[in-house]
């Protein structure tokens, strides 16, 4: 049965999407695969820590991000307006600027607590590897880039709507959209599967399977791992909170001129 006229249009649109959609994953695919293979190069030679040692480094890593995160009490906001008054190179932003403006230099701070700790700590060392597959992969590698993950996924829809509304006129498309995006999956190490809770991210089971990771040591790498992500998420939600006092501060005019 035909599709219509008004249909055709859209899945022309959709078809005519793909590429441009898919172009920020294959400008991430090399430097993913380069580092993948540092990862796992990294893990063959890691020498893991006791568990005490490591709960040691993570909790100290976590301490040491909050320390230099902004936040957002009243007492803040009247430190960011304090510097924007009192320093002339600040003096043009205002305060929601001031704050969004300090998301590199916390990225690279974290980047540094990550080095210091991986002097003395091997899962950190190895963690830096993967906290940069996960900064490409989340966007935060330039930073602020695209969100791989969440392409791979918008990918996977946009073939899903040309198979089901368009895939009688469309089989090519759907077909070479399929083998494609698929290549781009298996080249990256990404999880294919939409029922997986990793789907669209890194898939670091497969690399311990390389590797023959024992089963503590994976526990080990996937909690560092997952420490380092969630001090990225806690920097994240501090500037959005501290870039919302600074804008319940104008709203109510409480602290004046910031």
């Known amino acids: 049965m035909a599709?219509?006229?008004?249909?055709?249009?859209?899945?022309?649109?959709?078809?005519?999407?793909?590429?441009g959609l898919t172009s920020p994953i294959r400008q991430a695919r090399g430097a993913i695969r380069a580092k993948a293979s540092e990862f796992e190069d990294q893990l063959r030679n890691t020498i893991f820590s006791s568990g005490s040692v490591l709960d040691d480094a993570l909790q100290s890593f976590e301490d040491q991000v909050e320390d230099i995160l902004p936040g957002?009490?009243?007492?803040?906001?009247?430190?960011?307006?304090?510097?924007?008054?009192?320093?002339?190179?600040?003096?043009?932003?205002?305060?929601?600027?001031?704050?969004?403006?300090?998301?590199?230099?916390?990225?690279?701070?974290?980047e540094d607590?990550?080095?210091?700790?991986?002097?003395?700590?091997?899962?950190?060392?190895?963690g830096s590897f993967a906290d940069t597959i996960n900064n490409i992969m989340n966007g935060l590698q330039f930073p602020f880039g695209d969100d791989i993950s969440a392409l791979f996924a918008k990918a996977d829809k946009l073939i899903e709507c040309l198979e089901w509304f368009c895939g009688g006129e469309?089989?090519?498309?759907?077909?070479?959209?399929?083998?494609?995006?698929?290549?781009?999956?298996?080249?990256?190490?990404?999880?294919?599967?939409?029922?997986?809770?990793?789907?669209?991210?890194?898939?670091?089971?497969a690399v311990y399977d390389n590797v023959g990771l024992a089963s503590v040591d994976r526990t080990n790498m996937n909690r560092t791992?997952?420490?380092i992500y969630g001090g990225h998420t806690r920097a994240n939600e501090a500037i959005d909170n501290s870039i919302e006092a600074v804008k319940d501060a104008i709203r109510l005019q409480g602290i004046g001129g910031i």
């Open 113 to 126: 607590i990550i080095d210091s700790l991986g002097d003395s700590v091997p899962e950190f060392k190895t």
């Open 225 to 227: 791992i997952t420490k």
């Open 3 to 19: 599709i219509s006229t008004t249909t055709r249009s859209i899945c022309n649109k959709v078809t005519n999407d793909y590429p």
């Open 72 to 110: 957002d009490t009243e007492d803040d906001v009247q430190d960011i307006k304090d510097m924007i008054d009192n320093c002339d190179y600040l003096s043009a932003l205002n305060g929601v600027s001031t704050v969004a403006g300090t998301a590199l230099g916390i990225y690279n701070a974290i």
């Open 170 to 205: 469309y089989p090519l498309q759907v077909s070479e959209f399929t083998d494609d995006i698929n290549g781009l999956y298996s080249d990256m190490n990404i999880v294919s599967d939409p029922n997986d809770p990793n789907y669209a991210r890194f898939d670091y089971d």
